[in-house]
């Protein structure tokens, strides 16, 4: 589907450029002063990547992604999505370009499934009414759900079928960029592998473009063309998981190499498209 909503700077999509972050300071106000979260933070996501953003407690890195949404503007820095300043995309505009799957899915409770999906073309008028229905009856079956769910309420639904909502929504606008919060967060184990290859299908499936928070180092692994590591308030490295993790800082030493990464460094050495 197509809404003839995206606008992009030719230059930026010829050199592949999706996402570009320039000297961004975050600030916030505290009881204490002011607390800069991020200082002259620089980043580029080019078309096709499955970015991964990891860091410490507090590193902003949530932020960041409500910031390439548009939901939170930077004190200083530009963000420029799709060759444009994030700032100029309007609300149709801005979720024609971007999808966003929030961590705890952040679906309406009111609204059933299909409602759920629908929201977006609804709310901007994409479509007639009588082609929304069958436009989200697509994203839903797409991400391996079926008819017999559409009516279902947000209550009603297992944690992996609200992500699997949540997912359909944010894709029902079609957009080129797709930002993820912790997608597997609160799945057991087979239901988290599941969602990470419905991901990386989609992934492949619609050309996109995905900006991920995990903490989860099997969904990174499984997941991640590139790593960029939040700390110092800027990203120290960025690259493919296996230069990640040879660099040289005790956040990385800690995260990858200690007991927990153990079991996800040999999901690395079977899975070496990963590296």
Known sequence: MSDGTR???TAAQDDGRVVEIERLWTVFDSEDGEVVIHRDLDLTIRRGEVLSLVGGSGTGKTVLL?????????????IRVLGRPVGSLGGREAAGSVGMLFQHGALFSAFNVLENIAFPLREFKILPDE????????????????AKDAH?????????????????????MDPPLLLLDEPT????????????TLLRALHRELDLTVVMVTHDLDT?????????????????VDGPPKDVIAFPHPFIHNFFLGERGQRAMELLREYPFAV
Do not use: N
């Open 152 to 172: 279902k309420m947000p209550s009603d639904l297992s944690g992996g079928m609200v992500k699997r909502v949540a997912l359909a929504r944010a894709l029902i």
């Open 220 to 236: 990174l692994y499984e997941l991640s063309t590139r790593i960029a590591v939040l700390a110092e308030q800027k990203v120290i």
């Open 131 to 146: 082609l929304v229905r069958d436009a989200a009856l697509v994203k839903l079956q797409m991400v391996g759900l079926s």
């Open 185 to 196: 967060a609160g799945l057991d184990p087979d239901s988290s592998d599941g969602f990470c």
């Open 7 to 9: 606008t992009t700077d």
């Open 66 to 78: 409500r910031q390439i949404l548009g939901l939170e503007t930077p004190a200083r820095g530009s």
